[in-house]
């Protein structure tokens, strides 16, 4: 039975010797693949990095300092002091979960293929995660705007892939039984309709290979 699976790419800086984008191998004979992406990096720096957050943390700090100095009366060099240092944090803060949603999504490759998903993920120590389509329960469509979407696919019972080494790959706290997650994909809904109709066609193709290897005679189940 095949497994979900993580492996190293062999140059951590370099993308250029993938035999296939985003790919680990060339693709098997037969296999096809239906679509490639990544993620909208914007997006990923909002919903994966909290910049938002982290800038709205910031503004309210900002406003408490400055109420706070004024209150206390402070003169308006030492007020103008504290709130720029806490100006300054925040624009640090801000920049590098930025940083981070930008470099992620350059390193993020999504492909679906029409047998398996392949998430090649990690910027630092990239990896590419495999979940063939026998190890998907199912896959859902959480839309956001603007065509945006994430695609958290659950796995069958048995299968676990660490959260830590999926995130921000991940369906949030999803800790116990982590989901992996096509996260801010443009035009979401198309993505998903692409991976749906995909899982359909595997499912009936397996069927039908199950049901030819039942009705088969014994001897030919032996020849095999």
């Known amino acids: 039975m095949s497994h979900v699976s993580s492996v190293p790419l062999p140059d951590p800086h370099d993308h ?17 693949i239906l679509w490639q992406g990544r993620p909208v990096w914007t997006r ?36 103008a002091k504290t709130a720029a240092m806490v100006t300054a944090g925040g624009s640090v803060a801000v920049g590098i979960q930025t940083a981070l949603g930008f470099f992620s999504a350059k390193a993020t490759v999504y492909t679906i293929t029409d047998r398996r998903i392949v998430l090649r993920i990690g910027i630092a120590l990239p990896l590419v995660i495999t979940v063939p389509f026998n190890l998907v329960a199912i896959a859902r469509f959480r839309p956001q705007s603007k065509g945006v979407g994430d695609i958290p696919v659950a796995l069958i019972s048995g299968e676990r892939i660490g959260y830590g080494i999926l995130w921000p790959h991940a369906r949030p706290w999803t800790l116990l039984r982590p989901q992996p997650m096509l996260r801010c994909v443009p035009e979401g809904a198309a993505v998903a309709t692409v991976l749906a109709s995909a899982l359909r066609a595997d499912m009936a193709r397996r069927t039908v290979g199950d049901e030819v290897e039942t009705a088969a005679p014994p001897h030919a189940q032996a020849a095999e």
């Open 16 to 32: 250029e010797f993938e035999p296939v984008p985003g790919l680990p191998a060339p693709l098997p004979e037969g296999e096809r």
């Open 44 to 79: 990923l720096a909002i919903h994966a990095f909290h910049v938002r957050k982290v800038a709205v943390y910031f503004a309210a700090l900002l406003a408490w300092v400055v109420a706070s100095a004024i209150a206390d009366g402070d003169t308006l060099a030492e007020t």
